[in-house]
């Protein structure tokens, strides 16, 4: 009973984690009616994060600080720069040009990426169900989009290629940060990074941009709060502890709720709608990725 318990608040945690990380593009298309530029708005979801991610980052220490060198703090850098800056740039700049929920379509393909990764940089082996659930995935994304660029071209085009960066840069520093995680623990990394993450959105509005950021309307500044509170902040922390009940394995089969929660909220507050092929596509891509946690799930477990 115990352990069903636990399992039960797990997957429960894990679906609020997953839902309220969904809400994030939501948010950005929200705010993008206001016109604020990509830079400002992830310039303020970071900014308003930030607090809550230094006094978590000051009162936590890294769990082996004895097993710590210094390139790993070099490493920290590097992957909060392609993890939590790089990453969130990309996503936010396609959501200038595709639905949100084609945005999470295609960023829920993220743990593909991390097999081929994998497999190209750190010679793992990709066992032909994976091949296989790898092709599926990606047959629904062409599908997915075939209707979309055939009405909208180019536009579309440039939007979908962002978000699979964002994809790609996310999946990257998920294979490379996987080493350094059980060092300082979840917690103290994901803070650390969030920090470098800051940095450099900060460097790149100084160097960039250093248009006014106090000219919008208050809504902007609301939208930016509740991004960076609901869907940044908690589900972070949400989603570490479900990985911490389920298993990281069992967690990623639960991602396919992102999708659907994220074609819904933008159903009822953008007024989205996906055509019936789109949302065939969608439905192919959750089973390929679905086949592919579950592998990798029993591969754990073996």
Same mark, same amino acid.
């Given at each position: ?17 997953? %839902? ?59 992957? =909060?720069?392609? =993890? ?16 949100? =929920? ?7 393909? +993220?743990?593909?990426? %991390? ?35 055939? +009405? ?48 450099? %959105? ?15 309307? +208050? ?84």
């Amino acid at each position: 009973m115990k352990i069903s318990r636990f399992t039960n608040s797990g997957v429960l945690i894990a679906i609020i984690g997953i %839902v309220l990380f969904s809400a994030k593009a939501i948010m950005v298309k929200l705010a993008y009616q206001y016109g604020v530029s990509s830079i400002h708005l992830l310039l303020f979801r970071m900014l308003f994060a930030l607090p809550f991610y230094f006094i978590i980052a000051k009162i936590n220490k890294p769990l082996y600080p004895d097993e710590i060198k210094k390139s790993d703090y070099l490493w920290i850098v590097f992957f =909060g720069f392609i =993890g939590y800056y790089l990453a969130s740039y990309f996503d936010f700049l396609g959501l200038k040009h595709i639905k949100a =929920g084609l945005e999470r379509i295609i960023l829920f393909i +993220y743990p593909t990426l %991390v097999i081929i990764i994998g497999k190209i940089f750190l010679k793992e082996k990709i066992s032909t169900k994976q091949i296989i659930a790898i092709l599926i995935t990606y047959f629904g994304v062409i599908i997915t989009f075939w209707g979309e660029i055939q +009405y909208h071209g180019d536009h579309v085009l440039l939007g979908g290629i962002l978000i699979f960066l964002s994809a790609l840069t996310y999946a990257s520093y998920l294979v490379g940060s996987g080493w350094l995680i059980p060092k300082f623990g979840v917690l103290v990394f994901t803070s650390y990074a969030m920090l470098v993450s800051t940095a450099c %959105v900060i460097i790149h509005y100084l160097i960039t941009d250093r248009t006014s950021v106090f000219e919008y309307q +208050y809504q902007v500044y609301v939208l930016g709060i509740l991004m960076a509170i609901f869907s940044t902040v908690i589900p972070s922390f949400l989603v570490s502890l479900a990985i911490k009940k389920l298993g990281a394995s069992n967690f990623s089969i639960l991602g396919s709720i992102g999708p659907i929660s994220t074609i819904i909220l933008a159903y009822f507050f953008l007024e989205e709608r996906l055509t019936f092929l789109q949302i065939i596509g969608a439905i192919i891509v959750i089973i390929g990725i679905t086949i592919v946690s579950i592998n990798k799930s029993k591969k754990v477990k073996d």
